[in-house]
């Protein structure tokens, strides 16, 4: 390494060394007057196409630069054709295709067999198609091309890799709140193209539940033939060579049904003002939308242009003047939006401070306005042309990326040499090309403005630019769109509610309990494997829980009361997560003890029908709902104990069913508890506990349910 010293004294001298040699003839002393020499052209190795009597196509790009070899197979097909009641059952099949194997081996048996080869063979669900990549070796590409085959043409979809699949899906779909940008694009696209097109749906609870394994042997035996399949290969190969090995894996492979276009209608956003409450955040997110084109629009070139000088980078319009002039952005851009087989998005988007959310808008709304008197000055056409012509290059500076750029072409339709044409299509735009593209396709009375962010704290009213329409992005439950409707109380309900206040000690017992403590042992079922815990739980009705549990890594608690829920660990405090705030006071609010507290409460329904056998006990079935969280008791004919409950929770960020069994009944100051419980969760064990020590009414401090003053804040 040359020390950074003599790096500063060799620098210095070679500035002096150009401070004191004479200018040489011709040399430019300003920069601004450098000419800059005219581009190369662009003509990038094209690579060999072949197409099978079976109708599919491959294409061969040799690159010899390192021993490796890729191949991608594209094949139409995507989320796109999925059934609407069956939405995320592509980006499953893309997920359980690999996981689940193939007719000779188990997923986890080609992990091992992968690694040993140093190889990796993908697959995975998109939009309008779905993938099948290996990457290998040249030297292990025999073995290699052999998974990739038999992926492509034999795969199992074990059935015990579905519910690791469902989960990942189902945890996504509870995060998806999480970020205001994410709401924002995903509210806009909605919008644009309508909630129920399948460009803008997204997967939920219900819809993920009902994919099958039947419903992805179905998908692979629809879509999954040669006539579909586009097939790139790239890297240190021969291409004659190549073509013989692939036309004996897939020449006698018949053609299949080709896979149905879409048939879809856009009309584009009904323009007003919508808004999304996010009260967790301390800035807004802002878009303005707007149906945009196709890539094939003649005026494509022009349309590129104007979206780099108007919002395309950090010395665009929008950028310079509403971040950096104003001050009123930290993130700001778009453009009209372009895609290969239907209309983009035209989409302008800005994040800025709560209090300065109108204010931002103003500057959008000036900036458009702008638009129809001054589209782009010569200096802005000037510099958007060469910023994207001097980048350009960069877009495609491996064989590899030429390869994937001509397969898109060839999947949508496009002209073999539509890379070779861009490159003079934008050399050509003009200041006339801008003027038109602004009045076709930006028109502020035809957008839709979307605000995601925290009314209470903005600097004016979102009314003051119109009536709002609020949007509603609350993920519907599992089982439906909305939240089911408990059922009415029945006579039958209302008689075993009695019985079970009798079998908790009786109407006077249950009345006196304020709260209780439990010191517990459990036993939790982790990824890690099963956990012993000592714990201590503090439930002061109605609405204030403490629990808190000695693990391997330090002490840990969660409390939740009107004014502050959060999570204590070693690494600090935390605001717990809303499912798990919901979750632990649905808990509270279903407690046997608390729930006979409100037997006359109307806020409070019993509806009891049928009856099972939980083990050797005939149990009543009663559904309660208890301050709107619902249950399911099972309740013994005979003493009124509630012997199990099943209860649908969001725990671990998806919905699961969770089943709790109890026994070992003991009187505590003349009140009945289970001493003994047992969960499961979607049928898999996930909990017991086995109560040490019970009290009721005990002495509460009020420090317990303190937050510390020191935290980690957000969410953990």
Request: overall charge negative; glycine content about 8%.
């Amino acid at each position: 390494m040359i020390p950074r010293q003599r790096i500063t004294v060799a620098l210095s001298v070679t500035l002096c060394l150009l401070a004191s040699a004479p200018a040489s003839h011709g040399q430019a002393t300003d920069w601004r007057k450098i000419q800059a020499p005219p581009l190369h052209a662009f003509h990038p190795q094209e690579p060999r196409r072949v197409e099978l009597p079976n109708g599919m196509v491959i294409f061969l790009q040799e690159d010899h630069e390192l021993p490796l070899i890729r191949g991608t197979a594209e094949i139409r097909g995507g989320s796109l054709n999925e059934p609407a009641e069956k939405v995320g059952l592509v980006q499953i099949y893309g997920e359980v295709w690999r996981t689940g194997g193939t007719q000779s081996k188990t997923g986890d048996q080609l992990d091992d067999y992968l690694e040993a080869h140093a190889a990796k063979v993908e697959t995975s669900g998109g939009t309008d198609h779905t993938t099948v990549t290996w990457d290998c070796m040249k030297e292990n590409l025999d073995d290699v091309f052999k998974v990739f085959v038999e992926l492509l043409r034999n795969p199992e979809f074990r059935e015990d890799k579905l519910p690791l699949a469902k989960n990942q899906a189902d945890t996504s779909i509870s995060r998806r709140n999480d970020d205001p940008f994410e709401i924002a694009f995903r509210e806009a696209a909605k919008l644009v193209y309508g909630a129920g097109s399948p460009y803008a749906r997204v997967p939920e609870y219900a819809t993920v539940a009902a994919v099958t394994r039947q419903d992805l042997l179905t998908w692979h035996e629809r879509y999954v033939h040669p006539n579909n399949i586009i097939l790139g290969v790239a890297g240190d190969f021969d291409s004659a060579k190549m073509e013989a090995t692939l036309r004996e894996a897939f020449e006698s492979w018949p053609k299949g049904p080709a896979a149905a276009k879409l048939d879809a209608a856009f009309e584009g956003p009904k323009p007003g003002v919508y808004f999304v409450q996010k009260d967790d955040v301390t800035a807004s997110t802002v878009q303005m939308v707007d149906l945009g084109t196709r890539r094939d629009n003649p005026d494509y070139y022009a349309i590129d242009v104007f979206n780099e000088f108007f919002g395309g980078g950090f010395s665009s319009r929008l950028f310079s003047n509403i971040r950096s002039k104003k001050g009123l952005a930290y993130a700001v851009g778009g453009g009209i939006g372009t895609d290969f087989d239907h209309p983009g998005v035209l989409r302008l988007f800005l994040g800025t401070k709560s209090k300065t959310t109108a204010a931002a808008l103003d500057a959008f709304l000036a900036e458009l306005n702008e638009l129809k008197t001054n589209p782009a000055t010569p200096e802005e056409l000037k510099k958007a042309k060469e910023s994207i012509l001097n980048s350009f290059v960069f877009r495609f500076d491996s064989k590899e990326k030429v390869l994937r750029e001509r397969m898109t072409y060839e999947f949508y339709g496009y002209p073999a040499d539509f890379l070779e044409r861009y490159q003079a299509g934008i050399e050509k735009v003009t200041q006339d090309d801008i003027t038109r593209v602004v009045s076709r396709y930006v028109h502020r009375d035809r957008m839709a403005v979307l605000v995601v962010g925290k009314a209470s704290d903005f600097d004016r009213p979102l009314t003051s630019f119109g009536p709002v329409t609020a949007l509603d992005v609350s993920i519907p439950p599992p089982g439906g769109a909305k939240k089911t409707e408990g059922k009415a109380t029945n006579s039958e309900g209302k008689a075993l509610m009695s019985k079970v206040i009798e079998g908790l000690g009786g109407a006077e017992k249950v009345r006196e309990v304020k709260a209780f403590r439990e010191k517990v042992k459990l036993k939790v079922q982790t990824p890690q494997g099963e956990m012993s815990l000592d714990g201590e739980g503090y439930s002061v009705f109605p609405d204030r829980v403490a629990e808190r549990m000695t693990t391997p890594m330090g002490e840990m608690a969660m409390v939740v009361t009107p004014d502050a829920s959060f999570m204590s660990m070693p690494t600090g405090t935390r605001d717990l997560p809303g499912p798990q705030k919901d979750r632990m006071l649905q808990e509270l609010w279903t407690d046997p003890l608390f729930v006979a507290q409100h037997a006359e409460d109307p806020k409070f329904a019993f509806a009891a029908g049928g009856i099972e056998k939980i083990g050797d006990v005939e149990a009543n079935i009663l559904d309660v709902t208890a301050n709107g969280s619902q249950v399911r008791w099972f309740v013994d004919s005979k003493t009124g104990h509630v012997v199990r409950t099943v209860a649908q929770t969001a725990e671990m960020g998806a919905p699961a069913e969770v089943v709790s069994d109890y026994s070992d009944w003991r009187a505590v100051q003349g009140v009945i508890f289970p001493f003994k419980e047992t969960s499961t969760r979607n049928g898999q064990f996930a909990s017991s506990e086995e109560a040490v020590e019970i009290e009721v009414n005990p002495a509460v401090d009020p420090k317990l349910f303190e937050k510390p003053a020191t935290s980690g804040g957000g969410n953990p």
